[in-house]
């Protein structure tokens, strides 16, 4: 049973940092792509980024947010800088069994974490 859990979401302001964990438990790391998407109050699931060995963004996040992995596969990070208010909401990281940057493509989910960017 692949689990993944979030952490490092808060509060920050402005042009400030964070950097988001998503450890995964289950599964075999190299089969998978694994992403963060995001979701702000009232509005649909977002694509923010994926990674098997490769990075990849979405252009609102680009030059400003690194997603990357721990050697043995079992940690994803995105470290995010320069943020912006409209980078507030919950950040889910997911995995699917090919890369896609529709949600709907992915099977497993965490339960989010919440990330607030005061202006």
């Known amino acids: 049973q692949v689990q993944l859990v979030e952490s490092g979401g808060g509060l920050v302001q402005a042009g400030g940092s964070l950097r988001l964990s998503c450890t995964i438990s289950g599964g075999t790391f190299s089969s998978y792509f694994t992403a963060w998407f995001r979701q702000a109050q009232g509005k649909e699931r977002e694509f923010v980024a994926f990674?098997?060995?490769?990075?990849y963004y979405a252009e609102s996040v680009k030059g400003r947010f690194t997603i990357s992995r721990d050697a043995a596969g079992n940690t994803v990070y995105l470290q995010m800088n320069s943020l912006k208010p409209e980078d507030t909401g919950v950040y889910y990281c997911?995995?699917?069994?090919?890369?896609?940057?529709?949600?709907?493509?992915?099977?497993?989910w965490g339960q989010g974490t919440q990330v607030t960017v005061s202006s």
């Open positions: 997911a995995r699917a069994p090919f890369q896609s940057i529709a949600h709907t493509a992915y099977t497993y």
């Open positions: 990674i098997r060995w490769e990075p």
